[in-house]
T-cell receptor, first 114, second 117 residues
Framework: AQSVAQPEDQVNVAEGNPLTVKCTYS??????LFWYVQYPNRGLQFLLK??????LVKGSYGFEAEFNKSQTSFHLKKPSALVSDSALYFC????????????FGKGTRLSVIA | GAVVSQHPSRVICKSGTSVKIECRSL??????MFWYRQFPKQSLMLMAT?????????EQGVEKDKFLINHASLTLSTLTVTSAHPEDSSFYIC?????????????FGEGSRLTVL
């Protein structure tokens, strides 16, 4: 069975500092990994994905994530946080076969303090 | 990216009535759409997978007679909450996969907040 773990409910970081939002996963076969962001009372917006290729994936709004197969992790990072990055972040995984739906982590609330 | 439109964004109804939520893919065809439910401060719970021209596949614990899903065309899926009760109050989000197939990201609607009085 597929699963995603986001071990932190909340991450606080000062504006301008680097941020990391952690994600680990479990899936059969090759994983397709995704990060989404959700603002209050809104749907989810796609940030980035890893399918194959370079382990470091760059996405929207300056975010990037590093796929680490040995640690089964896909942590989201940004070199310099902005107050506007404050939102709820979801990591998601899908096993690489068939029309399987995404499985989401529980979400991590990022708060960037000015 | 692809656009998914969801309507209505907010709906308030009386207990016992039925509510229909529409999900449209505006600039691409979606053979498969997914319906999620999100409780306050919680993650998304997959309710069902909606397949164009066939019956939806429901996740365990989701009542198919209560949450009716119809995917009549490649651009429209509807979720009808029948005989709604206050415990059905929630944020419902639909999504559709982009044209990259199984490797494609999901594109989400803006969500529909249902409040049952």
């Amino acid at each position: 069975a597929q699963s995603v773990a986001q071990p932190e409910d909340q991450v606080n970081v000062a504006e301008g500092n680097p941020l990391t939002v952690k994600c680990t996963y479990s899936v059969s076969g090759n994983p397709y990994l995704f990060w989404y962001v959700q603002y209050p009372n809104r749907g989810l917006q796609f940030l980035l994905k890893y399918i194959t290729g370079d382990n470091l994936v760059k996405g929207s709004y300056g975010f990037e994530a590093e796929f680490n197969k040995s640690q089964t992790s896909f942590h989201l990072k940004k070199p310099s946080a902005l107050v506007s990055d404050s939102a709820l972040y979801f990591c998601a995984v899908r096993g690489g076969s068939g029309n399987t739906p995404l499985v989401f982590g529980k979400g991590t609330r990022l708060s960037v303090i000015a | 990216g692809a656009v998914v439109s969801q309507h209505p964004s907010r709906v308030i109804c009386k207990s016992g009535t039925s509510v229909k939520i529409e999900c449209r893919s505006l600039d691409f065809q979606a053979t498969t759409m997914f319906w999620y439910r999100q409780f306050p401060k919680q993650s998304l719970m997959l309710m069902a997978t909606s397949n164009e021209g066939s019956k939806a596949t429901y996740e365990q614990g989701v009542e198919k007679d209560k949450f009716l899903i119809n995917h009549a065309s490649l651009t429209l899926s509807t979720l009808t909450v029948t005989s709604a009760h206050p415990e059905d109050s929630s944020f419902y989000i639909c999504s559709a996969r982009g044209m990259d197939g199984v490797a494609g990201e999901l594109f989400f609607g803006e969500g529909s907040r249902l409040t049952v009085l």
